[in-house]
Nanobody, 117 residues
Framework: QVQLVESGGGLVQAGGSLRLACAASRIRIAINAMGWYRQAPGKQRELVATITRAGSTNYADSVKGRFTISSDMAKNTVYLQMNSLRPEDTGVYYC???????????WGQGTQVTVSS
């Protein structure tokens, strides 16, 4: 079974930066896309950014111009560079991998990001 492990979360002041990483292991299937989602307390999980195997990216409007997603698909790794962080970016950030030509998706356990004002 695919295992996704996130790293890089932490506490940062508003205006600061963090870089998240997600590495997929135990891969026996091809991955079509990877992405980052977040969930703030009391709110639903929401999309932050995704990147496909071909390199196409998609961002939530709230993070455009501040966050950058990148990947090394050969290593099944995805990154999220977060700049100009705001308190509203606080939440648990989850990594997701979508299997190629399949409805299957896999989630990491999440990493906490806290932005203080």
């Amino acid at each position: 079974q695919v295992q996704l492990v996130e790293s890089g979360g932490g506490l940062v002041q508003a205006g600061g930066s963090l870089r998240l990483a997600c590495a997929a292991s135990r891969i026996r299937i091809a991955i079509n896309a990877m992405g980052w989602y977040r969930q703030a307390p009391g709110k639903q999980r929401e999309l932050v950014a995704t990147i496909t195997r071909a390199g196409s990216t998609n961002y939530a409007d709230s993070v455009k111009g501040r966050f950058t997603i990148s990947s090394d698909m050969a290593k099944n790794t995805v990154y999220l560079q977060m700049n100009s962080l705001r308190p509203e970016d606080t939440g648990v950030y989850y990594c997701k991998a979508d299997q190629l030509m399949s409805p299957n998706s896999y989630w990491g356990q999440g990493t906490q990001v806290t932005v203080s004002s």
